[in-house]
């Protein structure tokens, strides 16, 4: 459908006023809420991810569409809600105890959230204890940490320790991603994933989210 090929194109330009209008256009042509998620809006983050995974788009662009992204969601929200919509996926995301840095982090959350994930930032300096309890009060599948000081890379196993302590390890899987992090790092230490960069921790998220059956009531938020 032309229109919703326009809604990429717009969000891919970083243009909000016209992805709103964009968006709202759809919604009055009877297009579902879904179709116009899926074909309109993640359809064109997905370009996004792409286009900014082979340097063609750089963090400025991608903060552009991620705007666009959100203007669109605004208001196609209440009719997700009302058609049962389930998101690809839980993940609580946020940076290990002790450390302040965010854009890494930041830049995952919207590429998850483009990708159709439903995604609770916890945000910084977050203690093992609050990934693992918010990870159960939100009925996440995934848990991502990020770090950039090496120093603050031992919270990472900490918490990985600490869903095995619980007997969540398996239920609830994690990814860690940073500067400092690599993959042998994530295998030493029992996390189920590494992401290198934005892009690969959309698509590690993807391979360890197994398809589930969602309780009714829960919907893209």
Known sequence: ME????IAQALLQGDDERTRALVSDAVAQQVTAK????EGLIAGMNVVSEQFKCQDLFLPDVLLAAKAMYAGLEVI?????KEKVRPQGRVVIGSVQGDQHDIGKNLVGIMLK???????????DVA????????KAENAQVIGMSALLTTTMTAMK????????QGLAGKVKTIIGGAPVTAEYARSIGADAYGYDATNAVEQ???LVEPREWP??????
């Open 128 to 135: 093992p204890e609050r990934f693992v309890e918010a990870a």
């Open 3 to 6: 229109l919703l090929k326009e």
């Open 77 to 81: 929200k209440p009719l997700l809600l």
């Open 216 to 221: 009714s009531n829960q919907v893209v938020k």
């Open 205 to 207: 998220v993807r391979r």
């Open 158 to 165: 900490r918490t990985v320790d600490l869903l095995k302590a």
């Open 35 to 38: 179709q116009i998620l899926d």
């Open 114 to 124: 483009g990708a159709g994930f439903e995604v609770t930032d916890l945000g910084n």
